[in-house]
């Protein structure tokens, strides 16, 4: 019995964890997305369906050998909306 409690425990202990979503884009406007992407330095964002991507403010926020890419999203009020920049991995043969 104990067991099972303190399994029991454990799983409520982690649901919060579980149950967190991240903004999505085409819900939010242009103006909210890059605020938050302006705001945090580096946020995993979802883009649409199940689909989502980590957005950065500047190289800072990037892996030593990782080079900005510019991202832009779906939003609600701007199909192509600017919101920061993707870490992408130097390709070697580049």
Known sequence: MKHLT???LL?????PALAQSRPS??????AANRQ???TSGAIVLGTGGFTY???VRDR???AHG???EPAFVPSRDNPQCFVGYRCKVDQPWD
């Open 6 to 8: 303190l399994s029991l």
């Open 11 to 15: 799983l409520l202990a982690a649901a």
């Open 25 to 30: 884009t085409p819900e939010r406007s242009c």
């Open 36 to 38: 938050s992407v302006a």
């Open 53 to 55: 991507d980590r957005f």
């Open 60 to 62: 800072r926020f990037c």
């Open 66 to 68: 990782e080079f900005l």
